[in-house]
């Protein structure tokens, strides 16, 4: 079943299928206070992706199942890390979560970012209620800070060596 998932550079002629995704999806339990809406984070990322006005820093890769379009993650260029990590944001379409799909595939996409780039480390903010995208970090290697960030989040961090060495 895991063979099926695949990761790769989401192009532009993923849109349709990222529009469709993001009116299809409930993230409703990633809202709060403290960001924006993600409904509207993923159309003003796709209004970027067609205008090309995605941040240079940024890595976009596409999950998939089969041939369907089954997610996508997201790497962020980190100032903090001074140009050495970026942050992960990955969500799952809700016909595939709980199926390793995420796992398997957020895996897929840290090797293919490593691989691929000289950064050392990936950060990812999970909020307290994401249990499942915690256990996902946890059983790749990331390590959770013991200070949530100004928003409440835990942060992950999972280093280059470390996830090698996990795999």
């Known amino acids: 079943m895991t063979d099926l998932i ?3 550079e989401f192009k532009i002629s993923d849109l349709d299928d990222l529009e469709w995704f993001v009116a299809n999806n409930d993230f ?11 409904t509207d984070f ?9 205008t090309s006005k995605l941040k240079k820093s940024s890595i976009n890769y596409c999950v998939t199942y089969g041939d ?3 997610g996508i993650i997201m790497f962020d260029s980190l100032k903090e890390f001074l140009g050495k990590g970026c942050e992960i944001g990955y969500i799952i379409d809700q016909e595939y979560r709980n199926k390793k799909v995420g796992q398997t595939s957020v895996q897929k996409g840290i090797l293919k970012f490593f691989s ?4 050392e480390y990936v950060l990812a903010k999970i909020k307290p209620q994401n249990v499942p995208s915690q256990k996902i970090a946890e059983k790749l290697g990331f390590k959770r800070s013991k200070i949530k960030d100004i928003y409440g989040n835990y942060n992950y961090e999972l280093n280059r060596a470390r996830f090698y060495k996990h795999k």
Not at 28 to 38: A, E, I, L, Q, R
Not at 42 to 50: D, E, G, V
Request: proline share 0%.
């Open 68 to 70: 369907d379009f089954a």
């Open 116 to 119: 691929e780039t000289e950064m």
């Open 42 to 50: 993923f159309y003003n990322w796709i209004h970027s992706l067609k």
């Open 6 to 8: 695949g990761v790769r």
């Open 28 to 38: 409703s339990f990633f809202n709060d206070t403290s960001w924006t809406n993600h």
